[in-house]
């Protein structure tokens, strides 16, 4: 079972998304049994694939879902699809 859900939306503020989740781990207690998803909300390729890279090189430490939207569904609906 799951302690917490954390929904970060990301709409080409790659820079700010990696820092919010290197932040996350830093700071989130390890007692705390979470589930981190990063939804992208119809970033540029670049800005998706930025992310995408560094989630890639932290998944055997820290297991992040990625969803990625093709259109910009607004802050509401990146979060529902989350």
């Known amino acids: 079972m799951v302690d917490i859900s954390i929904i970060i939306i990301n709409y080409n503020s790659e820079d700010y998304t990696v820092n919010c989740i290197k932040s996350l781990f830093e700071h989130t207690s390890t007692t705390l049994k979470c589930q ?15 992310v995408k890279n560094y989630i890639d ?10 969803v990625r939207s093709n259109i910009n569904t607004g802050f509401g609906g990146g979060n529902m699809l989350g």
């Open 36 to 50: 981190y998803i990063i939804v992208d909300n119809g970033s540029t390729k670049k800005s998706y694939l930025h």
């Open 57 to 66: 090189s932290i998944a055997k430490e820290h297991p992040v879902t990625l």
